[in-house]
């Protein structure tokens, strides 16, 4: 793995501690948080690529952390919970992050994860076979610059939500499941997708759509999956 900055936000130090020790054996820069304070300082100093976010701390957790951090930077963010309900996680990405982990966690899926962000938020990659720049009736994904408007207003998109657009509206009026979504997205076997798929589809409409319940670009088509129209 090339060289990132990955901070580690949990008011644990020994877990703290333990990702930095499985991180850096993968040749990952560790910086580490106490608190969401914490966490916002370190990101106006310095350059992080990765952000690893307990729910449960004091003076700023990890919800409002989140919210804080997308209102200005795109950068990927894995939800850390002691919590395993799904109102949780949920929660958390509702308010934009990318993935969660339910602790006790797995070191190897922990590294397994941080990689597969990493590597979609460095590189994103396209599709096979794509153009460069579709427009779907006001709706303009650019893949040369990894950016999307609506009727010329940039919409600013975490990684995970980009690469969803990028697929739909590279393959306009192909319905894909849930399964296919997040196995195309995530680049990887899909495991409870339904939630985790479902809010980031409702994050996009939220940005891309100007009445998000009455969708012009981005359909369900019931009991099968989604579709952007061409």
């Keep these: 793995m090339e060289k990132y900055n990955v901070l580690v936000v949990d008011d644990e130090k020994e877990i703290r501690d333990a990702i930095e020790i499985y991180l850096k054996n993968e040749g990952v820069t560790v910086l ?8 916002l300082e370190i990101l106006h100093e310095q350059e992080v690529h990765l952000i690893i976010l307990d729910i449960m701390m004091p003076r700023l957790d990890g919800i409002s952390a989140t919210y804080k951090i ?30 969660y982990i339910t602790k006790p966690f797995n070191p ?26 579709i427009d779907l009736n006001g709706l303009t994904l650019d893949q040369s610059a990894k950016e999307v408007t609506v009727h010329g207003e940039v919409v ?3 990684p995970i939500e980009y690469k ?3 697929l ?9 499941s849930i399964n296919e979504i997040y196995e195309l997205v995530w680049k990887e076997p899909n495991y409870n997708a339904e ?21 012009r670009f981005l359909k369900v088509v019931w009991g099968i999956g989604y579709k952007m129209e061409k």
């Design 168 to 176: 739909l509206m590279t393959n306009a009026g192909r319905v894909f």
């Design 195 to 215: 939630n985790t798929v479902a809010v980031h589809i409702r994050k996009i409409r939220e940005k891309i759509e100007i009445d998000s319940k009455n969708p």
């Design 32 to 39: 580490k948080a106490k608190d969401g304070v914490d966490a």
């Design 70 to 99: 997308r209102e200005e930077k795109n950068i990927p963010i894995i939800i850390l919970s002691a919590k395993s309900e799904d109102t949780d996680k949920i929660l958390g990405l509702q308010v934009g992050a990318d993935d």
């Design 108 to 133: 190897m899926e922990l590294v397994a994860r941080v990689k597969s962000q990493l590597r979609r938020y460095v590189t994103f990659g396209t599709f096979e076979g794509a153009k460069k720049v």
């Design 156 to 158: 600013r998109l975490t």
């Design 164 to 166: 969803i657009v990028e």
